[in-house]
T-cell receptor, first 112, second 111 residues
Framework: EAAVTQSPRNKVTVTGGNVTLSCRQT?????MYWYRQDTGHGLRLIHY???????QIGDVPDGYKATRTTQEDFFLLLELASPSQTSLYFC???????????FGHGTKLSVL | GEQVEQRPPHLSVREGDSAVITCTYTDPNSYYFFWYKQEPGASLQLLMKVFSSTEINEGQGFTVLLNKKDKRLSLNLTAAHPGDSAAYFCAVSANTNKVVFGTGTRLQVLP
């Protein structure tokens, strides 16, 4: 079973704060994704990547940066956090387009 | 871009009843379809994946129907039990490698 590990599990910051969410997958998957989950919106795609150094823009990218430093590691950066970014963030990975996503356990972010 | 509408947002049924969740999508080039289940406080787990055109797939206690002509995907729990209480999400993917999720259905199965 593919393993996707997110850290931290919970994070509280203040408006204007700087936050980095980390994701590591250990199955050499090509694709990695960052989603946010909010009631009434399901999961919305923020950014995704198909390999180290690559970044693709998702559907709700405003206020977020991301960086794929290695095959295993994908980071989501909030440089000026706002209360609207309070959410549950999921990282996921998969090998190819016809395969399922493997999800991490999520990071609950609160921006006060 | 792809938009996926999922209905209903909430569904409450009695144990043993059937439950139907439907997704409609917009991109005619979509051809990978998935259903995920999310139990309270947990991550998402794959329920079933569906490819090809009109197709019925059956799993343990549920049926998935894909109608590409109408761009509709449905999940039918044939005899719901309390362990099925969870949130369910459809997901749609074209060959762009984006995966777009529906807005989710929170299912409650009452004993």
């Amino acid at each position: 079973e593919a393993a996707v590990t997110q850290s931290p599990r919970n994070k509280v910051t203040v408006t204007g704060g700087n936050v980095t969410l980390s994701c590591r997958q250990t199955n050499s998957h090509n694709y990695m994704y960052w989603y946010r989950q909010d009631t009434g919106h399901g999961l919305r795609l923020i950014h995704y990547s198909y390999g180290a150094g690559n970044l693709q823009i998702g559907d709700v990218p405003d206020g977020y940066k991301a960086t794929r430093t290695t095959q295993e590691d994908f980071f989501l950066l909030l440089e000026l956090a706002s209360p609207s970014q309070t959410s549950l963030y999921f990282c996921a990975s998969r090998q190819v387009s016809n395969e399922r996503l493997f999800f991490g356990h999520g990071t609950k972010l609160s921006v006060l | 871009g792809e938009q996926v509408e999922q209905r209903p947002p909430h569904l409450s049924v009695r144990e043993g009843d059937s439950a139907v969740i439907t997704c409609t999508y917009t991109d005619p080039n979509s051809y990978y379809f998935f259903w995920y289940k999310q139990e309270p406080g947990a991550s998402l787990q794959l329920l079933m994946k569906v490819f090809s055109s009109t197709e019925i797939n059956e799993g343990q206690g549920f049926t998935v129907l894909l109608n590409k002509k109408d761009k509709r995907l449905s999940l039918n729990l044939t005899a719901a039990h309390p362990g099925d209480s969870a949130a369910y999400f459809c997901a749609v993917s074209a060959n762009t490698n984006k995966v777009v999720f529906g807005t989710g259905t929170r299912l409650q199965v009452l004993p």
